[in-house]
């Protein structure tokens, strides 16, 4: 044990934090840091972030990874956790990017294996409505500080039998979902219903959301904002390598968009 390193809290019973969080905190160029922390009993829990600078980033584009909102949904975090580990050893992938990626946004669901934190609390529903549950009110800053071009949320659905994902925020964000999810459909079948998740879907993506979901505050240039979903019944693997090529695609066509728009 390293003990100049924050140290993430120890096993609870349920489902270890710093198994995910340990092996990541000694990668290469990584960065990581607790961005707040709340009581929960007579235990301290804290958000994770961790930073990747990738080359070629003098002024860099800000991408936000959000992950593990809904505790019971582990896919996202563990390929929140791969994909940062890809990044730092191969840090061409976040060429002109700073991404800042927050794999466990709500540790005690994720400690219990439950949807809500242990409050109660769905916090994908309790953004921008001052709420004073301590993951929003951290998460919330965060959001509003980091002024992020871009981000993703990476969750997995029980009742779905495919991928799919939702678009919000700029204009061009379902060019980065459509090859996102012709990627990830080599790894895991596409939902193609008309109908998903109670809204109405086009060929995997859905252009409405959820009241309160985690989403950039108004800003005048607003960000991409894509929320991914795995088939949560599909193999732990399959989805984590599904999330993960996601992932790589929106970041890829982003940086091709980009640099595309600014040779015009
Ligand atoms: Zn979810």
């Not at 946004?105 to 709420?131: I, M, Q, V, Y």
């Not at 061009?172 to 080599?186: C, D, H, I, S, V």
């Not at 086009?202 to 979901?213: A, C, H, L, V």
Request: glycine content about 8%.
């Amino acid at each position: 044990m390293n003990d100049s390193k924050p140290q993430p809290e120890a096993e609870h019973g349920g489902r270890s934090l710093q198994r995910l969080i340990g092996p990541l905190t000694g990668l290469p160029g990584v960065h990581f840091e607790s961005i707040g922390s709340f009581p929960s009993g007579s235990r301290q829990y804290s958000l994770p972030r961790f930073t990747f600078r990738g080359p070629n980033s003098g002024d860099p584009i800000r991408i936000g990874i959000f992950a593990a909102i809904h505790g019971d949904e582990p896919a996202g975090a563990l390929a929140a956790a791969k994909f940062l580990a890809q990044a730092a050893h191969e840090p061409g992938v976040a060429e002109n990017f700073l991404l800042q990626i927050y794999p466990l946004c709500n540790p005690t669901g994720f400690e219990d294996n439950t949807r809500h934190s242990r409050r109660g609390k769905d916090l994908n529903r309790e953004f921008w409505k001052a709420s004073a549950e301590p993951e929003i009110e951290i998460l919330e800053r965060e959001l509003r500080t980091q002024r992020f071009s871009g981000i993703i949320q990476l969750h997995a659905d029980d009742t779905s039998d495919g991928i799919y994902g939702f678009v919000r925020g700029h204009t061009l964000t379902e060019n980065l979902l459509r090859p996102a999810l012709l990627e990830a459909g080599k790894i895991l079948p596409r939902n193609a219903n008309a109908t998903i998740d109670g809204f109405a879907a086009r060929d995997g993506i859905i252009y409405q959301s959820y009241e309160g979901i985690l989403a950039a505050p108004m800003q005048s240039e607003p960000p991409f904002e894509i929320i991914f979903e795995t088939p949560h019944h599909a193999p732990m693997e399959l989805q984590v390598e599904a999330l993960v090529a996601a992932v790589r695609t929106i970041l890829a066509e982003y940086r091709r968009l980009i640099s595309f728009a600014a040779n015009l």
